[in-house]
């Protein structure tokens, strides 16, 4: 009978005893397991950074398919704010980003309502399932937004509501007893649609954007650009981007966030379509054969995901496809941090939120 000697752990001298009776028991039973977990049969596994190979499998790769399970069981909340004037077609982008009847006026606002008098919040909720996964989606419209003739002061209203939902969530944080899941009304992104004038950005878009991105995920939008030319939409795109950079107004993905030089990379593409030139639609039409989202013309069809067309492929690719946790992270570690560390710096505790804190915190 041989006896196993213990080895350390990176140690090159391994006596056949131990090669013998630890080696194929754990190798049989780490090649079960990893069969069971994926299929990789392997009788070891590696340590990095040197050293002897540690017999075994020990089953670090099932993490992923873990946090997988739970989260599909869990489900997970998205909340995208719009922004912009009257008749830009705001619902019917985000109607078309989701592929479903999200907005506001999809459930059941009538089409000839009077504009607001003052900018009215409105948050509507919907339940999304694709693939197994739900993700409770909530749409935030600001109808009244730059509609009146004195727009003095109209981020307020949105400001403070951006605000309120990190209220909320930080009195649930700060409960003793709080809930084991706390309901997520934070915005995570707010899309922000610019008139496609072909000019340049009017000074409320300025201060909107200036006001607004240090306490939300800010994505310029031109709305309907399918109104101007190639030409025009490229000189356009390029003097937004310069009086974003000239009024230092930093839009999501913001440069500071990048974590790594793969970030970056991916990131400063994103940078350098931005303000996307988007065309939302919900109606189909035939075109070659096949059905596809589109507007249409007197001189034929402009498609919604053609990349030809428009930039609203990329919009929802960035927004949906590989961006969207990322912008869940930064409203949590970023923008709610801010502004739960500065309400809890005051006078030591909490007190109810006011108007004058809102404002206090955008200047």
């Avoid at 752990?9 to 056949?16: C, K, P, T």
């Avoid at 397991?33 to 070891?44: E, L, Y």
């Avoid at 089953?59 to 004037?85: L, P, S, W, Y």
């Avoid at 109606?283 to 059905?291: D, F, L, M, S, T």
């Amino acid at each position: 009978v041989s006896v196993a000697i213990p080895v350390p752990i990176g140690s090159h001298v391994a006596s056949h005893a131990v090669g013998h009776n630890v080696g194929h028991g754990a190798g049989h039973v780490g090649g079960l397991a990893a069969a069971h977990n994926g299929g990789h049969g392997h009788a070891g596994a590696h340590r990095s950074g040197g050293g002897s190979t540690l017999l075994g499998y020990i089953g670090i790769d099932t993490i992923i398919e873990q946090m997988r399970k739970k989260t599909m069981k869990a489900g997970f909340d998205f909340n995208i704010m719009v922004v912009g004037n009257s008749g830009l077609g705001k619902s019917t982008l985000v109607n078309t980003l989701f592929k479903s009847q999200v907005s506001r006026r999809s459930a059941g606002w009538a089409r000839d309502e009077k504009i607001p008098k003052t900018i009215e919040i409105k948050a509507v909720s919907h339940v999304l399932e694709e693939g197994g996964v739900k993700m409770k989606l909530t749409v935030v419209d600001t109808p009244g937004f730059g509609d009146q003739i004195n727009n003095d002061n109209c981020w307020e209203p949105i400001s403070k509501y951006i605000n309120e939902q990190y209220e909320k969530f930080l009195k649930e944080e700060v409960n003793i007893t709080r809930k084991k899941r706390i309901p997520d009304t934070r915005v995570h992104c707010c899309i922000y649609f610019i008139t496609p004038t072909g000019h340049s950005l009017r000074s409320l878009d300025i201060e909107f954007m200036k006001r607004l991105s240090h306490s939300v995920n800010i994505i310029p939008v031109i709305a309907k650009s399918d109104t101007m030319t190639i030409e025009e939409r490229l000189e356009f795109k390029q003097r937004v981007r310069k009086e974003l950079e000239m009024g230092g107004i930093e839009v999501y993905p913001q440069k500071e966030f990048d974590e790594d030089m793969e970030d970056k990379s991916d990131n400063d593409k994103i940078r350098e379509a931005m303000p996307f030139a988007v065309v939302g639609s919900d109606k189909e039409y035939q075109v070659n054969g096949k059905r596809v989202l589109g507007r249409k013309t007197a001189w034929g069809i402009v498609e919604v995901e053609n990349p030809n067309h428009c930039e609203f492929a990329q919009l929802r690719d960035f927004l949906i496809r590989s961006h969207l946790q990322d912008l869940k992270e930064v409203t949590h570690n970023i923008h709610y941090e801010t502004y739960r560390a500065k309400r809890l710096n005051e006078n030591g505790g909490l007190h109810p939120i006011t108007c004058n804190d809102t404002q206090e915190s955008n200047l």
